[in-house]
């Protein structure tokens, strides 16, 4: 096993897991000298198709979505009708640009046309089928992937959604038998073990699932497979720590285990366990890697050990200064701190080089605020809001900067209506099932705008409809409890959050930003006895 590989695809799943705190790519400066020769051939020439659908591919590459979107349509609108093979490439960007979309049957239309344009096409079959099993399609899909079979009796990909089929219809144990077969086939193949992880969660077997995933990773660093081990930790922290555990046991010297524990306890607030991993890779000599000391100094701030948090970051940014993520940091460490003219040159710093990134725009927005620069900092806000209209946190941030420091409730109130009506009530959880979605918000804004009975219902709903195994839920009906004045509720929330090991002690005590906190707690007796009950979890 390449232990240096595997611990590479580590660092780049915990990039690509974490996009808030990643460079964007269209900061790049190679990038934006491509995308300014596009648009100058662009408009040159308003019909070029080839141009728009090569920046297409630029802006699906960066997430860029809709952007994207714009410019295939316009590739497909003037690309000639001879041109099959052209168009072919551009539908099928288009059935992908919707799939990331959510817009499964536009996606499937898409796919539909690039198989009459090509219809040998392998791939664009496969898409078709995914297609039409995300639209409940189930007999179409099962005859396309049944096609698939035909066409490469080995075909991971037609097992695999054989296998997702028969769990929708309830034949759990034809799908966990395509896997094996799948499996059986192509042993030495990572992607297979990927395949099979997704369908045992399916089945409820997460275990399972994490086993796979950690197999996958062990045979070639698969990124995908930690990736997907990042989600099921979402969704089932303790059995992806305990997966992980259980292998760290049986090869106690690969520091990639090591490091994707303490990723992964990170980025679910339980720092205590996150500094033990990454401080095994930094005492041992394991690796020397500048994303360990910053994720050390990020866990530190999250526990207020301003002084240590500031010591590693500082560490990290010694050894690539030019790093936005860590100057990042820097700047809300000295935020807290209360030096706020540090923080502001810190994360001008940190968008010197990446000036699209989201999190050091968001903190330069809350630099802003504590100097009481309130306009500039609704007008980062509003920048963010425009730049991603789903992000409900930028809606929550430039109300909150509008209310609070302006004095301007009426214009807040409108910022909150423009969130309820950009933002879904719901999402899909990993059954397919519709559940009501904490990154939405919605509380918080339902609240604010005068609908408390709403607000309640909502974080009712959170709590009801979705598993907990971090605390983190519970953290956020806290908040939201407290700000409505259900203190009662909002303790009952912050011992069960405390319980699960939620434990950053900046929200606890500290973080008011958009409201979004657990302020109003902070003078009631028991929030302090609660915090004291639980204090193994920060120190």
């Given amino acids: 096993m390449n232990l240096r590989s595997l611990f590479a695809a580590a660092i780049f799943a915990a990039a690509t897991a974490a996009p808030a705190y990643a460079q964007q790519g269209l900061d790049n400066p190679m990038t934006r000298a491509m995308m300014e020769v596009y648009n100058q051939e662009l408009a040159a020439n308003p019909q070029s198709y080839e141009v728009y659908f090569r920046r297409a591919n630029e802006y699906y590459k960066f997430n860029q979505y809709l952007r994207a ?102 034949n759990l144990g034809l799908a966990q038998q395509y896997m094996d077969d799948a499996v059986r086939m192509m042993s030495s193949d990572s992607d297979i073990f990927v395949r099979r992880s997704s369908v045992r969660r399916m089945l409820g077997d997460n ?34 720590i305990t997966g992980l555990s259980s292998a760290i046991s049986q090869a106690p010297d690969q520091p990639m285990l090591y490091y994707l ?15 033990d991993d990454y401080r095994k890779l930094v005492d041992n000599n394991m690796y020397n890697y500048p994303g360990i ?26 050894m690539d200064p030019a790093n936005p993520e860590y100057n990042t940091t820097l700047s809300r460490i000295r935020r807290a701190m209360g030096d706020n003219a540090a923080a502001l040159k810190a994360v001008d710093f940190a968008l010197s080089d990446a000036p699209a990134n989201r999190a050091a725009l968001t903190e330069k927005g809350l630099v802003l605020y504590a100097l009481g620069r309130f306009d500039e900092a609704s007008g980062i806000f509003g920048e963010l809001i425009m730049d991603n209209p789903e992000d409900a946190m930028s809606y929550m941030l430039q109300a909150w900067t509008v209310n609070d420091g302006l004095g301007k409730s009426r214009d807040a109130v409108h910022i909150y209506k423009r969130m309820l009506d950009a933002l ?12 009501t979605s904490s990154a939405t918000l919605r509380g918080f804004a339902l609240l604010f705008t005068g609908d408390t009975a709403g607000a309640l219902r909502w974080a009712d709903d959170l709590l009801r409809d979705n598993s907990d195994s971090d605390g983190s839920l519970n953290y956020l009906a806290a908040c939201l409890y407290a700000q409505a004045g259900e203190a009662d509720k909002a303790m009952a929330c912050v011992d069960r959050s405390l319980g699960r090991g939620y434990a950053s002690l900046y929200d606890w005590k500290n973080n008011d930003a958009g409201r979004v906190s657990v302020a109003p707690l902070r003078k009631d007796p028991r929030f302090a006895q609660a915090l004291e009950s639980y204090s193994y979890l920060f120190k």
Wanted: hydrophobic share 40%; aromatic share 10%; proline share 3%.
């Fill in 207 to 240: 275990t399972g699932a994490v086993e796979d995933l950690i197999m996958a990773i062990s045979i070639d660093s698969n990124s995908r497979a930690i990736q997907e081990l990042a989600n099921i930790g979402n969704a089932d922290y303790p059995a992806v």
């Fill in 261 to 275: 524990r303490g990723f992964i306890a990170q980025a679910h607030a339980h720092y205590l366990s996150a500094i």
């Fill in 424 to 435: 879904p009530a719901e999402s899909e959880n990993a059954k397919g099932e519709h559940v």
């Fill in 293 to 318: 000391y910053g994720a050390l100094g990020e866990c530190y701030f999250r526990l207020c050990d301003y002084d240590r948090a500031l010591e590693y970051v500082n560490q990290a940014i010694g």
């Fill in 69 to 170: 979107l714009s410019d295939v349509d316009n590739a497909i609108k003037y690309a000639p009708a001879a041109d099959t093979e052209f168009l072919y490439e551009a539908r099928f960007l288009r059935a992908e640009i919707y799939q990331m979309l959510g817009k499964h049957r536009e996606a499937l239309d898409d796919f539909a046309e690039a198989l009459k344009l090509d219809p040998s096409s392998f791939l664009a079959l496969y898409q078709k089928a995914n297609s039409e099993y995300e639209l409940g399609m189930y007999a179409d899909a099962k005859s396309d992937y049944n096609r698939m079979r035909a066409m490469n009796p080995r075909s991971a990909e037609a097992l695999t959604g054989l296998a997702r089929v028969a769990v929708k219809e309830n």
